[in-house]
């Protein structure tokens, strides 16, 4: 498994219940996650003590009991500034267990010795983006969300990139790529996240187990001759991560050489001494 056990202002404090218990900087939040299934004792007295708690709704949905909770604040990554907030459906607008991706990709870049174009697709807030372009690439950032967009250009102020080489724009993901094939665009590495489901601008219906396969081979058309890296993550239930290594080594292994390498990405849980898993991604490098 890759851990991201590097945080300072994250800490994954304990979980139990289908609930994690989390710092997020100097507040403390209680959010649902269903890979908690044990009912181990809750111990830590925070549990009691949060600053907000994400509910379900039995009819769907859910709310935050946010107490004294601000209504946004920042975290750090190293030198990475991300400005967190509490959204709809338990979210923060930052996946912290990324951040072993967000070196993975940094360290790749820096050792290039060249300079490497990134796509970064379903791009979300940016925080990979911000990774790559503070580690020296120029990134095209791509979502199909407006506000996800201009969060991350939030994100690239707060951490000092607001005049970085990041190409911001609002697209369905698929879309954006066919007209980069048509322009004869080409990118050294790419990034993608996409949603287990969802609905494009046209009520398109998207699914993972079904989409990803002819996504990732449309995506094979905006690589450049001398590519440096493929990084797909998931978060599908029961999308083993070998399924990804088998799509990687059929499309960009079997063009280019190189390998796949695929795992479970997770976080130490402080109280236990253990790791919750967090889904999983495939890397792929020339």
């Not at 009991?65 to 930052?94: I, Q, R």
């Not at 590519?227 to 080594?249: D, R």
Request: aromatic residues 12%.
């Amino acid at each position: 498994m890759w851990i991201a056990d590097k945080w300072q202002d994250y800490e994954l404090i304990d979980c139990s219940s289908g609930e994690k218990l989390e710092r997020w900087g100097s507040y403390i939040l209680v959010r649902p996650d269903p890979q908690a299934i044990w009912n181990t004792p809750r111990a830590n007295r925070l549990w009691e003590k949060r600053d907000a708690r994400y509910l379900r709704s039995e009819s769907g949905g859910g709310s935050w009991e946010k107490g004294g909770l601000p209504s946004s604040w920042s975290v750090n990554y190293g030198e990475l500034c991300f400005n967190v907030k509490p959204m709809n459906f338990k979210h923060t607008g930052l996946f912290p267990e990324q951040a072993v991706n967000w070196d993975w990709a940094s360290k790749k870049i820096r050792n290039a010795g060249r300079h490497v174009s990134v796509l970064n697709l379903f791009a979300y807030t940016g925080a990979a983006t911000l990774a790559c372009a503070k580690a020296g690439a120029s990134v095209c950032h791509v979502d199909a969300a407006k506000g996800m967009v201009a969060w991350g250009k939030e994100n690239a102020s707060a951490s000092g990139l607001s005049d970085a080489p990041i190409r911001w724009i609002v697209d369905d993901c698929a879309k954006f790529v066919e007209r980069e094939i048509r322009r004869g665009r080409k990118y050294d590495a790419l990034i993608m996240d996409p949603p287990s489901y969802g609905r494009g601008p046209g009520g398109e219906i998207w699914k993972l187990e079904k989409d990803l396969w002819p996504f990732v081979l449309l995506c094979r058309g905006v690589l450049s001759d001398d590519p440096l890296f493929v990084l797909i993550n998931s978060y599908t239930t029961g999308l083993s991560p070998s399924v990804l290594t088998y799509v990687t080594e059929s499309i960009f292994t079997a063009d280019f050489g190189g390998r796949s390498e695929s795992s479970e990405i997770g976080l130490p849980v402080t109280d236990s001494g253990l790791v919750l898993p967090c889904g999983a991604s495939c890397r792929w490098e020339a």
